[in-house]
């Protein structure tokens, strides 16, 4: 059972579009990560949010804590092609992540 | 400074067969986790150890089983392969103040036919 839910589950755009990826639980979270995951290689940790509603940057990605701690959102800006991978959220429960469906981008030039 | 490494990086097997991937943790981390990913799909927790021993273990059978050694570094033994075994295996270390901050290796892809 998977108690992270992503979507979309894939994305296809152009470059300068803007996106959203959401990540769903029913669960509770004392933290939530996202990861970007390229081919052949693991997930790299891009940020962990830790409070409710907190919001958090890097250069051009956006990303959010739900106020109950258990969703969060991705929303990447003028999107480039250096940015296509997957994209895994990932709940922290005792130590172990928890981690999400996926979400794979494909961004075109 | 080496991060995390694994080997194999690929390997086939056969059904029924048992195989044994190594993970070298980042320098300075002392606890390694293991995670199966499946193709599309999220990494999946196996089990984590820390000081030589297992210390959470995730939804997985008995035919999953590991070890740690002194240095830190850490096996994973898979027995009586199945088909539905065959993923990608990461390891990712950590210190275990800072459990919650991992560093991944590029992973063992398994096939098994």
């Known amino acids: 059972t998977q108690l992270l839910e992503q979507s979309p589950q894939f994305l296809s755009i152009q470059e300068g579009e803007n996106l959203t990826v959401y990540c769903n639980s029913s669960s509770v979270f004392s933290s939530l990560q996202w990861y970007r995951q390229e081919p052949g290689e693991g997930p790299v940790l891009l940020v962990t949010v830790v409070t409710g509603g907190e919001v958090k940057k890097l250069k051009r990605l956006t990303f959010q804590f739900g106020d109950a701690r258990k969703d969060s959102s991705l929303h990447i800006t003028a999107a480039q092609t250096g940015d296509t991978g997957l994209y895994l959220c990932a709940g922290v429960r005792t130590d172990k992540l928890i981690f999400g469906t996926g979400t794979r981008l494909q961004v075109f030039p | ?113």
Not at chain 2, 4 to 30: E, M, W
Not at chain 2, 36 to 50: E, H, M, S, V, W
Not at chain 2, 92 to 111: D, E, I, M, P
Request: aromatic fraction near 10%; glycine fraction near 10%.
């Open chain 2, 1 to 113: 400074d080496a991060g995390v490494t694994q080997s194999p990086t690929h390997l086939i097997k056969t059904r029924g067969q048992q195989v044994t991937l190594r993970c070298s943790p980042k320098s300075g981390h002392d606890t390694v986790s293991w995670y199966q990913q499946a193709l599309g799909q999220g990494p999946q927790f196996i089990f984590q150890y820390y000081e030589e021993e297992e210390r959470q273990r995730g939804n997985f059978p008995d035919r999953f089983s590991g070890h740690q050694f002194p240095n830190y570094s850490s096996e994973l033994n898979v027995n009586a392969l199945l088909l539905g075994d065959s993923a990608l295996y990461l390891c990712a270390s950590s210190l275990k103040a800072g459990a919650n901050v991992l560093t991944f290796g590029a992973g063992s892809r398994l096939t098994v036919l």
